[in-house]
């Protein structure tokens, strides 16, 4: 059960998927105007990251490792990915309309979000166990959620702001993105009171 | 060595293959067969999504109007031309029709009503209705920053030199966007026929009228008096005139006797008449 915890914490915070590890970057930027947006973007993020992870886990295993192919991961895994969203796509169209009214358009977008391709290649890299590997894709999506309602609500804010003209946008953007992602290395230290 | 080479590609050829065959299987047995109405529908409508209608968005709309759910005449943005065209396509009635349009119903701008103290904020109307009821001396006046405009997707209002938005009854497709976006609900729809209209808005006592704008309507009653046809009146509660559209005949009767110069007629242009 710590064990649990202890992966799910590290990967919501500690090495918060965007803020500590840098991946996801684009719509972290691209879809953080609004926190209704930022908020679907998230559930999708979280959704296709579970699924990703228990797949590439199964196909990395039981089909790559078993005949010594562990090197093809990184296609297998986007080739995998790939198909899965797309999956995911047609069936919220065909049952849950509502679902893909509001994820709809992020799943394409996800397709090729090096976060997912990250969570699968750090579950396999780590040597998670198939239970760890889920919590820990959780604990990702989770993190990834924090950190675009983090944004979307400061971003929010700075449309009612006088900033100097050559700040609007997207530079104030990457400036936030920059202090908040010095202020999760502060979560650092706490590794150790958890263990 | 060729052994790997060999099983690499098998294996990925073969994830691929059977991928790719089957997604297009899948897609097609679920594919979602969208009403061919819908598409023909979304062709005539003119697509600007400003939810005048109640759904969100055109095709929502659309969706519904295939579905039988709404009459063409709903989409009010596309006038009488559009729900023709609809009614024909559908086989159906147009439904009920009654163009309308955007008017303002304030006339005090900056120099018709002074200030009550100087604003310094985020310049938009809603946020200034918000500080201190308003900066105008006038609690019920239009403050000038435009909300209305930023809300118009048609550019059908522009704000004047005195801070009153002008109201371009040519572009003007009564969406009622401008309506919402008035945090003082200045503007409303009025029958696309309707000529008179009483100007101001405020529900403050006369002696508060006359104190706060030049062209605040008092409530004298010198214009229920004039009126033939028992078109206009006077509400005692907020001692503010208004017109009764379907008995109005835009004699001009109150214009002249109004004291305070609140009620406008708006000439019908010729060319306008004709087509109507």
Redesign the interface.
Known sequence: MKEIFFVFFTAAVLNNFVLTNFLGICPFLGVSRKKGPALAMSGAVIFVMFIASIFTWM?YYF??KR???EF?KI??FI??IG?LV??IE??M??FAERMYDVFGIYLPLITTNCAILGVTLININREFTFHNSLVYSLGAGVGFGIAMIIMAGIREQLE?VDLPKALEGVPIALLIAGILSMAFQGFAGTVTLLK | MADTIILAIAILGGMGLLFGFGLAYIARKLAVTEDEKVEEIMNILPGADCGACGCAGCKAFARELAAGKRKPSECVVGGKEVALKLASLLGTEAGEFQPKVAQLFCMGGREESGLRFSYIGITTCEAANLVGGGFKKCEYGCLGFGDCVAACQFGALSMDENGLPVIDREKCVGCGACVKACPRGLISLVPEDARVFVRCSSKASPGEVTKACTVGCIGCRRCEKACEYDAIHVDKDTALASIDYTKCTACGACVEVCPRKVIEIEEIEAERSEAA
Request: glycine content about 6%; hydrophobic content about 55%; aromatic content about 16%.
């Open positions: 196909i089909l790559l005949y010594g192919l093809l296609p297998a080739l995998v198909t797309q999956l047609t069936f169209r065909r009612y």
